[in-house]
């Protein structure tokens, strides 16, 4: 892609991430996120703590494992969203906000301990913060690939930018 084209792109790109920033979807997004991490750090810090004490062996390692990876995914969705937010306040540009290092990952695959999660008889405050929390991921995954990659990857095959550029400098 040459560097007009680019430079083009990146300028959408930032426009897509301003508008999110100021959209309802975000504050509803971000509200949802923050609530979803105080929960999750009020319940392993709490009920968590004292709930894991009563679990087998196999069922407190698999819970350290599935808190664990609750947290690290929690957190890097609070993170996200702070970067938009930080948009959204001016804190950032939007055009910085594209960087990749602050896109989401792709989540980790599920493994035996999550399959075993009920087997295993472990709370259910645990398991339905998982799940929640597998919902929020997966739908700031979405917004992260639709604001951010698609839009790249759409403007990233060099013949159709060619004929968007001649067809936009001749007004047809």
Known sequence: MDEFA???VAGRRAGAVEDFAQSALFDRTFKD??????AAAAYLDGAGRQESRLLSRSGALAYANISMR???????????????????????GALEAC???????APPELD????????????????????????LYERVRHLDQ????????????????QIDRLQAAFGT
């Open 99 to 105: 960087d990749d290092r602050y896109r989401v990952t």
């Open 70 to 92: 609750l947290t690290t995914q929690l957190m890097q969705v609070a993170s996200w969203l702070l970067v938009q937010r930080a948009v959204r306040e001016g804190d950032m």
């Open 146 to 161: 639709r604001m951010y990659r698609d839009a790249f990857e759409a403007d990233s095959r060099p013949i159709q930018s």
């Open 6 to 8: 680019f430079v083009e």
């Open 33 to 38: 996120g923050m609530a979803l991490v105080e």
């Open 112 to 135: 035996a301990d999550d399959r075993d999660a009920e087997a295993l008889d472990l709370p259910r405050g645990l398991l339905d913060l998982l799940a929640r929390s597998r919902q």
